[in-house]
């Protein structure tokens, strides 16, 4: 009997993991998709640019109530 395509989802006990691939600047870098809450899109608008800090420092936003620094 053939196996059956289970798609993407991973069976329990079998040490396989999903990973989320992302780039930041020229470096690729992953995450566990279990520890991944939720992917939000980035928006411009969304920042406020804190003076006088260093120029890699986008700014700040307000996300679920709390300061993060993107």
Same mark, same amino acid.
């Given at each position: 009997?053939? #196996?059956? !395509?289970?798609?993407?989802?991973? #069976?329990?006990?079998?040490?396989?993991?999903?990973?989320?691939?992302? /780039?930041?600047? !020229?470096? !690729? %870098?992953? /995450? !566990?998709?279990?520890? /991944?809450?939720? /992917? &939000?899109?980035?928006?411009?608008?969304?920042?406020?640019? %804190?003076?006088?800090?260093?120029?890699?420092? %986008?700014?700040?936003?307000?996300?679920?109530? #709390?300061?993060? &620094?993107?």
């Amino acid at each position: 009997m053939a #196996e059956e !395509n289970k798609g993407i989802l991973l #069976e329990s006990g079998t040490n396989e993991v999903e990973i989320a691939e992302f /780039i930041v600047g !020229n470096q !690729n %870098l992953g /995450i !566990n998709v279990a520890k /991944i809450q939720q /992917i &939000i899109q980035y928006k411009q608008e969304l920042l406020t640019p %804190l003076p006088e800090s260093d120029p890699r420092v %986008l700014g700040v936003f307000l996300f679920r109530g #709390e300061r993060t &620094i993107p």
